[in-house]
């Protein structure tokens, strides 16, 4: 069973349309995440959820909007893509949020806006 | 904002050697550390981790060296095998703040 399992593996899409990616933990994990990984490999936190609660939020344009219907999930809305948009998006989770968390990612979701 | 390490480097090692991974982190109030390995088209994978309170931690065929005087983590792995070609990665936090990643290193196992 895989622990952090996120949909779509692949997605190639338009500039200016909206696609949504879907995360799952069957981890029993309370903190769930957004990393965005560039072209350099390069991972940057985008948004951390604990308990269905939005905690962080770094600087990310607002056409990215996350949703978490329960704690278990943690979905990625992204309004009007542009071609900066595209990366690998990977989803997370951990225990909890005290910091000494082992993070677990789930593999990826390449984005390539045409 | 912060970032860990140096540009993506590229480590090649022959089969059955040693390799070591290196790491310059930025925060000295970072206390805790993680390595990760992310195999192609799969994610971060966690390897190993250590404490600030730590200078050397040991695993399977793994350690890691923590040096707090010059802000180094290190990643040794002991007889190389093809199976470990992966891009590295540190992370750094203290507790209650994010991790912050390191852009990596590319280790290739050569046969």
């Known amino acids: 069973d895989t622990a952090v399992s996120q949909t779509p593996k692949y997605l190639v899409t338009q500039m200016g349309n909206d696609k949504s990616i879907k995360c799952e933990q069957n981890l029993g994990h309370d903190t769930m995440y957004w990393y965005k990984q560039d072209s350099k490999k390069f991972l940057k936190i985008m948004f951390s959820y604990n308990n269905k609660e939005l905690i962080i939020n770094e600087t990310v344009p607002n056409r990215f909007s996350p949703k978490s219907p329960d704690k278990a999930h943690l979905n990625l809305h992204i309004n009007s893509l542009e071609l900066g948009d595209s990366a690998v998006y990977f989803c997370?989770?951990?225990?909890?949020?005290?910091?000494?968390?082992?993070?677990?990612f789930g593999s990826g979701t390449q984005l390539s806006v045409l | 904002g912060e970032s860990v390490g140096l540009h993506l480097p590229t480590l090649s090692v022959q089969e059955g050697d040693n390799s070591i991974i290196n790491c310059a982190y930025s925060n000295s109030a970072s206390d805790y550390f993680i390595w990760y390995k992310q195999e192609s088209g799969k994610g971060p994978q966690f390897i190993i981790d250590i404490r600030s309170n730590m200078d050397k931690r040991q695993g399977q065929r793994v350690t890691v060296l923590l040096n707090k005087t010059v802000k180094h983590l290190s990643l040794q792995i002991a007889a190389t095998q093809p199976g470990d070609s992966a891009v590295y990665f540190c992370a750094e936090t203290n507790y209650g703040q994010n991790f912050v990643f390191g852009p990596g290193t590319r280790l290739s196992v050569l046969p």
């Open positions: 997370a989770s951990s225990h909890g949020t005290g910091g000494h968390e082992k993070l677990f």
